[in-house]
């Protein structure tokens, strides 16, 4: 299975046709897997003439061709399939000379009347002038009976996305549908109001007057009522008339009618049909009977005619430009393979009909479709995230949002409330998007709204984030240390941005640690015993953001009333009694107060009590070499300690 770091998105149908275009064997093999069984489904029709097999083997080496030449299908590959089928079977019958689908033009088969006549509906013609995008979901959806889940493998999106597209792919069908008869000019004058307004009846959009007016008109009139209610199962329609279009009037009745004797085996889509696509087939089935005299006679006379898209908008939805129409099916009786230089000859006339081939009629061209004027739905930002608090003045904006469509970064002014657009970015083929604001954002809290305008100008409702821009981390404050001797080592303290991570040094650049600042604002540090007389402090911080501030200016320093040790005094001598010699020391302070003793840095674990004389004090046997001896203030009740004062001396 092709896979790659765009997921779902890389396996979409026009994704796997451009990347085996570009020489990709195994996008071009999961095409072949994807639908190998419709299209033998859709071979078996022409049984006939040449084995299920062969034909679609045939037909994907000449897909293949056309890929490797830069055609071939760009958007929904199961019609083109068919169409290839049908065109080989044409082509192996009649034995016609090779011509290029991407170069002629849309013919159809003069010996298939069934075929010619679904062509010429109004249904088909309006289906004809849709966007691609737009053509792929329809056919997969109501023509293939496909769920938005499967249908959404094949095109890229995801089954919302897909549900969606198919909304306004449906909206818009209707809406060619419905200008091709109010450009009917044989329409009865007292008809051409109703006509003019069947589309807002359908979706519900008319006043309850123009309501009243238009339901008194369909008591009396039998072709306005027939339209009513052509309009709201347009899409049900699809199957019956653009399967015989694409695969002939008897192949494709052929299929329909397999599909109905086989409800609980799998159709061409690889599943069996659902109710609501049965009763689709049978009246297509039954259509076809009298589509030539029927709808093929009222499209000759409202001058409807095949021809290429004529929307007036393009396909919002297409992920790649088409000036020659081959994102769609190709066009029937051609065959997708060879390019061809000049005008075909006419097909030969088959063995077995006695009856000349007639030309197409030459009709006028097609009224154009009305504009697409349904707003596509809010780009999905996938960063920054929602509430981001962030050091970077120029965050990038990314997401999803519907191909082709023009995605534009806002931001609110929070004094006027005006929108400035500080980027825009197209949405590439597969939904995503990505851009970086044109200018640096000024610090502060932002209102974001996030919208995206369709080739058609339909602007989508805004995606709306928080932004918060924090570039710049002030120098914490430091408060003044205590002034006079302190009997013990104070608590720091100061100001700084709230959340922020104090880090605090001395004089001499020494890490002391660090402190949380408070949502008030406010950030304290017991310090530890600094062995010193006296000491000064700096302080920095690093805000939320990530921004790291200057130090701050040294403190004035704190100097520290300490306990003394007048013996034994520092650097003297001492004998050495056999290696393990006891040595008196006297420690000398406030009387009352309780000191802690260290030897070599380690507590003795007892409290000594000063009083009005040295109080003296020996060490457990300490072995020959240089010693310490340190004693500090100490609070037992607060587990408050003082600076601590040392001496050193030598032994042996």
């Not at 199957?239 to 086989?262: D, R």
């Not at 597969?430 to 932002?446: A, Q």
């Amino acid at each position: 299975m092709v896979r790659d770091d765009n997921g779902d998105r890389a396996r979409a149908d026009a994704s796997l046709a451009a990347r085996a275009r570009s020489g990709d064997e195994s996008a071009f093999a999961e095409l072949w897997t994807r639908h190998a069984r419709a299209g033998a489904a859709a071979a078996a029709q022409f049984s006939s003439i040449a084995d299920a097999d062969d034909l679609v083997s045939e037909a994907y080496v000449r897909i293949l061709r056309a890929m490797q030449q830069g055609g071939g299908p760009r958007e929904a590959f199961r019609p083109y399939l068919y169409t290839t089928i049908r065109n080989i079977a044409l082509d192996w019958r009649t034995k016609l000379p090779a011509v290029s689908l991407e170069v002629s033009p849309e013919l159809v088969d003069p010996d298939d009347p069934q075929a010619a006549a679904a062509e010429r509906t109004v249904t088909v013609r309006a289906y004809r002038t849709l966007p691609a995008r737009w053509q792929a979901v329809l056919w997969y959806l109501d023509v293939e009976g496909m769920a938005p889940a499967e249908t959404s493998v094949l095109l890229g999106l995801s089954p919302n996305a897909t549900s969606a597209l198919a909304v306004r792919a449906r909206e818009g069908l209707k809406r060619a549908w419905l200008q091709a008869h109010v450009n009917d000019r044989n329409v009865p004058t007292e008809c051409r109001w109703t006509t003019e307004r069947m589309g807002s009846y359908a979706r519900g959009a008319l006043t309850r007057n123009a309501t009243a007016r238009f339901e008194l008109h369909l008591e009396d009139c039998a072709r306005c009522t027939a339209l009513v209610a052509e309009v709201r199962g347009l899409s049900g329609n699809l199957a019956a008339l653009l399967i015989p279009a694409t695969l002939g009037g008897a192949a494709g009745a052929g299929l329909l009618a397999e599909a109905l004797k086989t409800p609980t085996s799998a159709s061409a889509t690889g599943r069996a049909p659902s109710a609501a696509a049965r009763v689709a087939l049978v009246a297509g089935v039954g259509m076809l009977a009298v589509v030539a005299i029927g709808t093929g006679t009222w499209a000759a006379t409202t001058g409807w005619q095949p021809g290429t898209s004529q929307a007036t908008a393009e396909d919002s939805d297409s992920d790649s430009t088409d000036p020659q129409g081959t994102s769609g099916p190709p066009a029937g009786g051609t065959t997708p393979v060879e390019t061809a230089t000049a005008t075909p000859p006419p097909p030969e006339q088959p063995e077995d009909s006695a009856e000349p081939s007639r030309p197409l009629p030459v009709l006028p061209q097609p009224p154009a479709v009305p504009a697409d004027t349904v707003a596509p739905l809010a780009p999905q930002p996938a960063a920054p995230a929602d509430d981001l608090l962030t050091r970077e003045p120029t965050p990038t904006f990314s997401g999803s949002g519907e191909p082709g469509a023009l995605v534009s970064v806002r931001i609110v002014d929070p004094t006027t409330f005006t929108l400035t657009t500080v980027g825009s970015a197209l949405v590439a083929a597969d939904g995503s998007w990505s851009l970086v604001p044109s200018s640096p954002l000024p610090d502060g809290t932002h209102a974001v709204r996030i919208s995206q305008r369709d080739a058609a100008g339909n602007e989508s409702a805004p995606a709306e984030r928080t932004l918060t821009v924090d570039t710049v981390a002030l120098v914490p404050g430091v408060d003044p240390l205590p002034v006079g001797p302190q009997l013990f080592v104070p608590i720091a303290s100061g100001t700084g941005e709230p959340d922020a991570t104090v880090a605090l040094r001395d004089d001499t650049g020494l890490a002391l640690g660090t402190a949380l600042v408070a949502a008030d604002g406010t950030w304290a540090f017991p310090l530890a015993d600094p062995q010193r007389a006296d000491l000064a402090l700096a302080a920095l911080q690093t805000d939320r953001a990530g921004n790291v501030s200057a130090w701050s200016v040294d403190s004035a320093p704190v100097v520290f009333d300490r306990p003394s040790i007048p013996s034994p005094a520092p650097g003297a001598p001492l004998a050495s009694q056999a290696g393990s010699t006891v040595v008196q020391v006297e420690f000398a302070g406030h009387p009352g107060m309780r000191v802690q003793v260290f030897i070599d840095g380690t507590s003795t674990g007892n409290l000594h009590t000063l009083e009005v004389t040295p109080i003296v004090r020996v060490t457990p046997p300490l072995a020959d070499g240089t010693h310490t001896v340190g004693v500090r203030y100490v609070d037992p009740a607060t587990g408050r300690v003082g600076s601590t004062a040392s001496v050193s001396f030598t032994i042996g």
